[in-house]
Structures are given as C-alpha cells and as structure tokens.
C-alpha cells in the first residue's frame, strides 16, 4: 500500500506544475495567435495592425541588410498605392518565453497572386508592457534555396 504523504506530495506536485505551465501556455497561445493576426493584416497592408504590432523601439534589419523603425514602416504603409498581391503566413513558429520578453521563431512564407513563392527565417523579440505584446526587434533572413 503506498503512504497517504507521497500521494498528497505528488498531487501537490501536479497542482503545482500546473498553475506554473498554464500562464506560460496562455501567453505562447496569445503571442502564436498575434503573429497569425499580424501575418493576415500586413497581406492586407493593414496600418492599424502595424501600429498596434510594432514597439516604438523597434530595430527591424530586413533580408536586404537594412536598418529601419516603426515610423518607416508606417510611413512606407502610408506611401503604398495599390493593395498587396501577396499573402504572409508564419510556420515552424516556435515561442520562447523568458519572463516579460519572449523570443519568437518562424518561417515566413510570402506566396505572391502569380504563383511566386520566397520564404525568409524570421526572428522577434517581444516585450510585454502594460499587458501587450510588442515586437522591440525584428530579424528576417532570406532562405537559402534548396540548390544550394
């Protein structure tokens, strides 16, 4: 028969486990769920999204090896003239949370209206500030084809 102390001792442990995995599973489900939104709003050159998506801080290095901010992407937002012809979606996302900051890794898949289709490694860091999420910064790399 086993001791009532090491049943209780092990419940406590699930109980315990449990109340410290939940908020951390929450918190990947809600920055998995940004990115997802994010991805649909910027295939529609969505600016409220962009605002609402990128920190004042940010530092975004594009494949291209440029350096830039949030206000050049507004402001190259706001310059477009003809609608998107390309739709985003983010796969392989993997989160990382690390208290308030939380290290977010996917491939971006660009999937253009003639059928073109470029995939880039991106990286974001995010913060949490006043209970959002924000992208502080920004990596993307260009994949490398599959000939090389």
């Known amino acids: 028969m086993k001791h009532p102390e ?9 109980v315990l486990a449990t109340c410290l995995l939940a908020p951390a599973a929450a918190e990947t489900d809600r920055l998995t769920a940004l990115l997802d939104e994010f991805m649909a709003a910027a295939s529609s050159n969505d600016a409220s999204m962009h605002q609402r998506f990128w920190d004042e801080e940010l530092v975004y290095t594009s494949s291209a090896g440029a ?17 998107s012809e390309v739709t985003y979606t983010a796969e392989d ?5 690390h208290g308030h900051i939380a290290v977010v890794t996917f ?6 209206a003639d059928e073109r289709r470029e995939e880039f490694y991106n990286t974001g860091v995010f ?13 993307a790399t ?7």
């Open 6 to 14: 090491h049943t209780l001792r092990w419940a406590w442990a699930v």
């Open 67 to 83: 350096r830039f901010g949030k206000a050049e992407i507004l402001a190259g937002l706001a310059a477009a003239t003809a609608p």
């Open 93 to 97: 996302v993997d989160v990382r949370l």
């Open 107 to 112: 491939r971006l898949v660009a999937r253009y």
């Open 127 to 139: 913060r949490l500030r006043d209970g959002d999420w924000r992208a502080v910064t920004w990596q």
């Open 142 to 148: 260009r994949r490398a084809s599959a000939e090389q």
